[in-house]
């Protein structure tokens, strides 16, 4: 069974940083592009940020510049270095395969909040 935990979220004022990790099981990470989502409230799940298995970043353009996405396949793990952040940031960020697979349930999510 896959399964994805997030983690690192908090409440942190505008302009600050933070990094989130997520760790996978049940999967042969090395091969899976992955990618941080986020959903804000009323809103849809959007893609933020992604990376191929062989490296290879893609960013939505609000982000661009202020966050970074990497992973450590030897521990399963992706990572999303934010910088700069914005109140448009807050968000429930979760990671998950790029493009999803049916097999691989969302994780619990890690909650972002951006206010002074």
């Known amino acids: 069974q896959v399964q994805l935990v997030e983690s690192g979220g908090g409440l942190v004022q505008p302009g600050g940083s933070l990094r989130l990790s997520c760790t996978s099981s049940?999967?042969?990470?090395?091969?899976?592009?992955m990618g941080w989502y986020r959903q804000a409230p009323g809103k849809q799940r959007e893609l933020v940020a992604g990376?191929?298995?062989?490296?290879?970043?893609n960013y939505t353009d609000s982000v661009k510049g202020r966050f970074t996405i990497s992973r450590e396949n030897a521990k399963n793990t992706v990572y999303l270095q934010m910088n700069s952040l914005k109140p448009e940031d807050t968000a429930v960020y979760y990671c998950n395969a790029v493009p999803l697979i049916h097999s691989i349930n969302w994780g619990q999510g890690t909650q972002v909040t951006v206010s002074s």
């Open positions: 990376e191929t298995s062989r490296g290879t970043v």
């Open positions: 049940g999967i042969i990470f090395s091969i899976v592009n």
